[in-house]
């Protein structure tokens, strides 16, 4: 099993910038695909970017340019820093894990842009 813990949610005003982190324990492959999502009230749960373990990184159009996604390997950690937010960034954010066949999510972070 894996478990994935996220951290650094929080109240933020508009234009300011945050750092979320995701830590994964437990079986974890050499190969894997770790990123975020997430979630606004009333809306679907959408992609807001990808880093796999190997390389190559994936973003929202939304988020291109003011989000930037890291991992570190060594601590299966993964990394959201997000600056410039907007408030349309208002959601909860959670960290996803892919390897082999199965997915893993973390219980989600709340970041709040207030204007």
């Known amino acids: 099993q894996v478990q994935l813990v996220e951290s650094g949610g929080g109240l933020v005003q508009a234009g300011g910038s945050l750092r979320l982190s995701c830590s994964a324990s437990g079986s974890i492959f050499s190969i894997n695909l770790m990123g975020w999502y997430r979630q606004a009230p009333g809306k679907q749960r959408d992609l807001v970017a990808t880093?796999?373990?190997?390389?190559?990184?994936n973003y929202a159009d939304s988020v291109r340019g003011r989000f930037t996604i890291s991992r570190d390997n060594a601590k299966n950690t993964v990394y959201l820093q997000m600056n410039s937010l907007e408030r349309e960034d208002t959601a909860i954010y959670y960290c996803h894990l892919a390897q082999l066949r199965s997915m893993y999510w973390g219980q989600g972070t709340q970041v709040t842009v207030s204007s």
């Open positions: 880093i796999g373990s190997i390389a190559g990184t």
